[in-house]
């Protein structure tokens, strides 16, 4: 992963969830030409977080609880994430 986005929004979910894994992509260039693209990309992720944190959480509070995370991201480019998020125990039965 180079110095970008991708790096602040891993050390953004590492701090605020603990996890015990994140994974990170940049999906920017499939989305070139679509809403909120632009051409330096650095706008649309797709992200795997498992952390013992979701545990009770409905799918919708862990999605905020990201989202609230990466606010500062959003409002400075990022535009679209696609989110994979699980404890180890859910993680582990698929």
Known sequence: MDDSRAQR??????????PAEVIVQDDSASHAGHAGARPGG???Y???????A???????ARS???HEVLAAE??????A?????????EAARR
């Open 9 to 18: 929004i891993q050390a953004l979910l590492q701090a605020a969830f603990a």
């Open 42 to 44: 650095q706008t649309h």
């Open 46 to 52: 797709s992200v795997t977080v498992i952390a013992p």
């Open 54 to 60: 979701f545990a009770g959480q409905s799918r919708v």
């Open 64 to 66: 905020r609880a990201v």
């Open 74 to 79: 959003f409002s400075t480019g990022l535009h």
């Open 81 to 89: 994430l696609a989110l994979r998020l699980m404890t180890p125990e």
